[in-house]
């Protein structure tokens, strides 16, 4: 047991110059774990924001000719705006497009990296291989929402914490979904293949064109973008707005967006002419859209898919829409990131798919930018940070990856 008095001490910040080098025994290490909010280990009580440096490494794309744009922060070359914050705070800034495979710049910094920045845009996969490279490491950042490419669990076993900017983005994703429905639905990208090709021929699009209105949409998972969705279809006079999640939003929440849940997700599957994935990819959610599950939609419905590409099956997701079954499928998200040349949802018909920037725009950028900043700015100074951000706090997951 730690004497009180010396526990009292280093708590109220009277030994904040003592040099990190200096040794002390393991049960103080262990019991300043459980004075402070966010650390698990005594190194991490004894860093400080100003006069500790540490060295952060960000992994983004590389935006080349583009990253002239002073507003475009989520590049490697702009890098979210923060190197010369970092850098007056005394901290080493290391910034690497270099992802791939154990001779990549990310596996050769990531040795002495204390905080990992990483963006599900450009995902570095962060294995339990890797976090054992990373033996200095204490926090895990990812600029914009969804963590899965990180082995959560082995983050979690490690005692590292892992963060998020929740709310980021959330607004960009759900209109981002009803420019794919509506994509979709009305057959728009036909037309405008035939205007790029000098082509007209309209019989070749109204044939397989329908209006949103007085159509029944259902979204599996009902958190902050379900719900964004579901107010911005309001206007559009749907028939039904349905959505399957384990937990009620409430009636009145209900009532104020036009919903109604359901607590099979095969049911509503079978009522739905257009079906949106608002769910984190997880172990449960893995695959969950596979042919046997497409196979009980209503004939001719369309999925539109901005969450994770993973929670769809690749083959099963093509041969639905080759043969009918599915009327079409959007997103932006692939089951591996880049999606290789010779993916089958590239060439698949009725697609909408794009490259995964949905939840990327210049404004969701200023936001994740801004929300990283401050994580990181909270954790220098010792600080909780708001409790929606934990991904991973001393040992527990989040909800949503359980």
């Given amino acids: 047991m730690m004497p009180k008095k010396f526990a009292s001490l280093l708590l109220s910040g009277a030994f904040k110059a003592v040099s990190r080098t200096h040794v002390y025994p393991q049960c103080v290490a262990k ?51 923060i190197r010369e914050w970092l850098e007056s705070q005394g901290h080493t800034y290391v910034v690497t497009s ?58 979690a076993e490690k005692g590292l914490t892992v963060a998020e900017v929740t709310g980021s983005n959330t607004s960009s994703v759900a209109e981002d979904e009803v420019l794919r429905i ?112 497409i196979s009980k939609m209503k004939k001719g419905a369309y999925i539109v898919n901005n969450a994770r590409g993973a929670i769809a099956d690749v083959d099963a997701v093509k041969e639905a829409v080759e043969s009918g079954q599915l009327g079409g499928y959007g997103g932006d998200v692939w089951n591996e990131q880049p999606a290789p040349k010779d993916h089958p949802w590239r060439y698949m018909p009725s697609q909408a798919m794009t490259p995964h920037i949905s939840g990327t725009t210049l404004d969701a950028q200023a936001r994740y930018a801004a929300g990283t900043k401050d994580i990181l700015d909270k954790w ?3 600080e909780p940070l708001p409790k929606s951000y934990y991904i991973v706090r001393e040992g527990q997951l989040a909800s949503q990856y359980l």
């Fill in 182 to 293: 509506l994509v979709l639905v009305r057959n728009f990208l036909p037309g405008w293949r035939q205007t790029w090709e000098g082509k007209w021929n309209v019989a070749a699009i109204a044939y397989k064109a329908h209006d949103l209105s007085d159509k029944v949409v259902g979204t599996v998972g009902a958190g902050r973008i379900g719900q964004l969705l579901m107010q911005r279809l309001k206007g559009f006079d749907l028939k039904q707005m349905l959505y399957y999640d384990r937990n009620s939003i409430g009636e009145e929440r209900e009532k104020e967006l036009g919903a109604t849940r359901e607590t099979d997700l095969d049911t509503m599957l079978a009522k739905c002419d257009v079906v949106v994935v608002n769910t984190p990819l997880t172990d449960q959610t893995r695959g969950l859209f596979n042919k046997e599950r």
């Fill in 31 to 81: 019991e300043l774990s459980n004075y402070h909010p966010s650390a698990p280990c005594f190194s991490r009580f004894f860093s400080s924001g100003k006069g500790e440096g540490k060295k952060v490494l960000g992994v983004f794309y590389k935006a080349h000719e583009y990253a002239d744009n002073p507003e475009f922060l989520g590049c490697a070359e702009n890098a979210l705006g």
């Fill in 380 to 382: 220098f100074k010792h």
């Fill in 98 to 155: 270099d992802k791939e495979g154990p001779d990549s710049e990310l596996d050769r910094e990531l040795p002495d990296t204390n905080i990992l920045i990483t963006t599900p845009f450009h995902p570095a996969y962060i294995t339990k291989e890797r976090l054992a490279k990373g033996k200095n490491l204490e926090l895990l950042v990812t600029a914009g929402i969804g963590s899965d490419h990180i082995d959560l669990r082995a983050a």
